[in-house]
């Protein structure tokens, strides 16, 4: 397998250096811009892994990059994580509108950026998302033919909506899963889908799941995501 490559838009000089070095320390390949037209420009000549991309931006801004290449169908799965500025909400929020895949807020500590874009990494390796894999991780074991949960060694009884919401959280630690995609997932379902009806759900499994209800984490604005074991020592 030969190495990532990586593409970082970003505009500020000593941000795009950053992380141009700590990324190749980390053996990716690295292309760095500072324009969302250059952005668009190189996508076309090079087959990314990922892109690195930040909001704002002079000329074409992070979320009209972003948008071009989630509608391009050549560049449509190379993920994307947003690179955005602490407390613009509304930013994150179009951000996922737009397709992208996870974001950070600047600004950021290397080793999240450095697990995030892993994790992203790792995520397109096996992008289906599979309904009958066994999941473990941390004191959680979920194995779906059973329809079993275990947490903690104990049972967990749960809906059916329930039970293919935490499988499918758990199945994506670290990755932001909006409330859309969740609602995508429990279709069907004897429910009543709404966004309000996610976060009702949500706090039914974290009382379920009692003191390890914090495994879900709620992302503000957008949706949950599942603690991945490597934030354990944080
Ligand atoms: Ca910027």
Do not use: Q
Not at 141 to 146: A, C, E, F, Q, T
Not at 210 to 222: D, F, P
């Amino acid at each position: 397998m030969g190495a990532k490559k990586v593409l970082i838009v970003e505009d500020e000089e000593d941000i795009l250096k950053l992380l141009e070095i700590n990324l190749r320390k980390h053996e990716y390949e690295v292309t760095g811009v500072m324009t969302g037209e250059k952005a668009l420009e190189v996508v076309k000549n090079d087959n990314f892994d990922l892109v690195l991309l930040d909001l704002m931006l002079p000329g074409i801004d992070g979320i009209e990059v972003c948008k071009a290449l989630k509608s391009n169908p050549l560049t449509k799965e190379l993920p994307v994580i947003m690179l955005t500025a602490k407390g613009e909400e509304g930013d994150i929020i179009k951000g996922f509108e737009c397709g992208a895949d996870d974001y950070v807020t600047k600004p950021f500590s290397l080793k999240v950026l450095m697990a995030r874009v892993k994790t992203a990494l790792r995520r397109t390796e096996n992008t289906a998302y599979n309904k009958d894999s066994v999941v473990s991780i941390h004191n959680l074991y979920i194995n779906p033919k059973k329809h079993e949960v275990l947490l903690g060694g104990k049972h967990l009884r749960l809906t059916s909506a329930e039970f293919k919401v935490l499988h499918l959280l758990a199945s994506k630690p670290g990755w932001v899963l909006t409330r859309y995609s969740i609602i995508d997932e429990i279709r069907g379902e004897d429910y009543a889908v709404t966004d309000r009806s996610v976060d009702v759900l949500m706090v039914g499994l974290r009382k379920k799941m009692e003191e390890y209800g914090h495994y879900i984490e709620t992302v503000r604005g957008v949706g949950y995501k599942f603690k991945p074991e490597s934030d354990e020592t944080k």
